[in-house]
């Protein structure tokens, strides 16, 4: 659900908030208020292409924030997968942008791409306004559409593109093979060859680690006798130079001394004294010997140079660590094995492949059937509501035809309506009117309303060129999807807007010589008012009012019964 809404610096909007809730939210005012810039705003924030006349006072930045709350599991995985947090199950929709045309986008304030925005967008909000019908003129979106509205299909969509995806491999694999066949002696010559080649240079675990090291010290065996020689000299001391423990030496003289006369204290000072003195006598002892016993060995340090270098050239050509060489190196031996028994293998991936292509064609089927008894149930559903949307007769159908196979089965799906008495039944692709489209779409969304997953629709302006019982009607609709869905409406109908669980009023006015638009929630005496407005115009009286009370009432005894019966 889309909770609350941001806009600052945008056309006419210098700053609005906008708080919204779950059931019907309808926006009205003049034509020119700025309803149209409201939902531009929410678009730009979804992802879509900006102009830099957009922003309002070139010298700041413009922005708009969008905050969702109460949604899906899909949508939090979908964050998971861009590593985006999930914050207290709220996602804020930002995009900042500037008079220069740059821009930057983000979600819970993680920078993210505009198609990241698009991905989550998608799954959250669903645009419609009168001249957004992509997804009904594309007939290429028909069959997903349809598969919307089929309760199951998701799981049987992600096993026939799991079967579809094996066998496309498996498809490879034998092309692979058999034009390997016109190679076969260069290619097992070379595999024979890199696998020789890892062989003698497997390495275990750790042993580049201790290479280093064993380096490092060849490599300064000179500093390191001749420093630690230095440090068993300052220890033991060198010729009449007293060194560190002949001091502490004659430091325990001096305090064994003084002992007898405070014994309690000096007593563990003497003892720690003592311990220290032979760890420091021993320490000398290991420096003399590890100094006397490190020795150069340029031969020994050639040897690893070489190893090391060599475990280098294995990783630089196979893989980056030793086990993607390790897994190189099996599959390079598999290859090879299949390889030298060409005929069988072409054979054994040539059943696979009959087999897998049986089990495609299975689970194609079963969305085929699937789809044909969903589109029959489904077609006179969606006949039934656009009879009661100004259509003359209207005929829905869906036509599911069969397909070359792929990731979504063997069907190609095609909606197609009559609209008028005496016409033919057609393809939607062909509907000239914007109207006739919407109010298609509207019909679409009512059926679809139990099964789709998008939790908040905008509808913009679908009541354009409709009036008297289709309006009362079209009304009915956006208050049934409402009980399922967070819909947000941009009308001028007043049926529209008496249906509303929350009626917002845009205005423009003038402010200090700037013109600015203005969002405001109405009370119930203002949506009288305003009710008052859409139906009368600029005059009105008391029986305007009395009819929108009237109105008003009526739609609120439509709503209860509608939810009533959920």
Known sequence: MLSHIRVQNIALIDEAEIDLEEGLNALTGETGAGKSILLGAISLALGQRGSKDAVRDPSRAAEVALLFTDYKNEVKEALEEMGVEDTDSQILIRRRFLS??????????????????????SLLIDIHGQHEHQSLLNQSRHIDLLDRFISGSGKELEKMARLFAEYQELEKELSRFQESGRDRERLLSLMAYELSE??????????????????????????????????????????????????????????NRVA???????????????????????????????????????????????????????????????????????KTKQEYQ????????????????????????????????????????????ITEVLST????????????????????????????????????????????????????????????????????????????????????????????????????????????AAMADVHLRIEKTAVS????????????????TELSRMLGGAKITEAVRGNAAEMKSLADRVKKELRSKV
Request: aromatic share 6%; with cysteine; hydrophobic share 35%.
């Open 198 to 255: 890892i062989e003698e240079n497997t390495w275990k675990e750790g042993e580049e680690e201790n290479l280093l090291e064993e380096r490092k010290k060849l490599v300064y065996s000179e500093k390191l006798k001749e420093e630690s020689a230095k440090a068993y000299q300052q220890l033991i001391g060198e010729g009449r130079e007293a060194g560190a423990l002949d001091q502490l030496d004659e430091a325990l003289s001096s305090l």
């Open 260 to 330: 007898g006369y405070d014994e309690a204290f000096f007593a563990p000072q003497i003892q720690t004294l003592e311990e220290s003195t032979s760890i420091l006598r021993d320490l000398a002892h290991e420096l003399r010997n590890y100094s006397e016993e490190i020795q150069a060995d340029p031969e020994r340090l050639s040897e690893i140079e070489e190893r090391y270098d060599r475990i280098q050239h294995i990783k630089s050509k196979y893989g980056k660590t030793r086990e993607k060489v390790e897994q190189y190196y099996q």
């Open 389 to 496: 949307l100004e259509f003359e007769d209207p005929v829905f159908r869906i036509a599911v035809d069969e397909a070359p196979v792929g990731a979504k089965g063997q069907d190609k799906v095609c909606f197609m309506i009559r609209t008028n008495v005496g016409e033919k039944v057609k393809p939607l692709s062909e509907i000239a009117s914007g109207g006739e489209m919407s109010r298609v779409m509207l019909a679409i969304k009512t059926v679809l309303a139990k099964q789709d997953e998008i939790g908040t629709l905008i509808f913009d302006e679908i009541d354009s060129g409709i009036s008297g019982r289709t309006a009362q009607s079209v009304a009915e609709k956006m208050a049934l999807i409402a009980v399922y869905h967070q819909v947000i409406c941009v009308t001028h109908l007043p049926q529209i």
């Open 513 to 528: 010589g700037h013109t600015v638009t203005n969002v405001l929630r109405l009370s119930e005496e203002e949506i009288g």
């Open 100 to 121: 220069s045309g740059r821009s930057a986008n983000y979600i819970n304030d993680a920078m993210v791409t505009q198609s990241q925005i698009r991905k989550i967008a």
């Open 338 to 381: 299949d390889l030298e028994n060409l005929d069988e293998t072409i054979r054994r991936l040539g059943r696979k492949l009959d087999e897998a292509k049986k089990k495609m064609g299975e689970q194609a089927q079963v969305l085929t059937d699937m789809r044909k008894e969903a589109a029959q149930t489904i077609e006179k559903e």
